[in-house]
């Protein structure tokens, strides 16, 4: 191999990781938010909530599962854009098998939603009767949500 090829070689290399890396920087970044805390007093067997949202933005389908383990969880799930639509939202509670579709009135039914996080609370009984329980949904423009990591040489001695 000449010279000349080995440095068209190393360059197309660099060129390469410095693609690749701006890709995954990017991909890092968050659009918009669903911020979830349930404050349960009860609920009836071991229920769990499925998310999905359809990212407009990068294309792409991002499901979220949740476990509820206790009456009291704070979630997140986020969107690398910020137009989606949530296109599931079903509660399902185990070992019943019963469900609730549409779950807090969430799926978007066609509708995007733009530049607009979620802050869902919700309170009550959980159990497949929607009298028993109460879902808030707040509806707020937000720009970004930074994802922060320390920095090992930043560490106290």
């Not at 383990?69 to 704070?74: I, K």
């Amino acid at each position: 191999m000449t010279l000349k090829n080995t440095f068209c070689s190393v360059l197309l290399a660099l060129c390469f990781i410095s693609i690749n890396t701006q890709a995954q920087t990017e991909q890092d970044d968050f659009g918009q938010t669903l911020q979830i805390n349930t404050q349960l007093h009860s609920m009836l067997g071991h229920p769990s909530w499925l998310l999905v949202i359809r990212d407009l933005d990068h294309g792409q389908n991002i499901p979220y599962l949740y476990d509820f383990e206790s009456g009291n969880n704070f979630w997140l799930a986020f969107t690398y854009g910020h137009n989606y639509l949530i296109t599931a939202s079903t509660l399902t509670f185990n070992p019943y098998q019963n469900k609730v579709n549409n779950f807090c009135g969430l799926e978007s039914q066609g509708r995007i939603l733009r530049g607009l996080s979620l802050y869902i609370t919700l309170t009550g009984d959980l159990t497949p009767r929607s009298a028993t329980f109460n879902c808030r949904v707040l509806k707020t423009l937000d720009t970004n949500f930074t994802v922060v990591t320390p920095k090992e040489n930043n560490a106290p001695n």
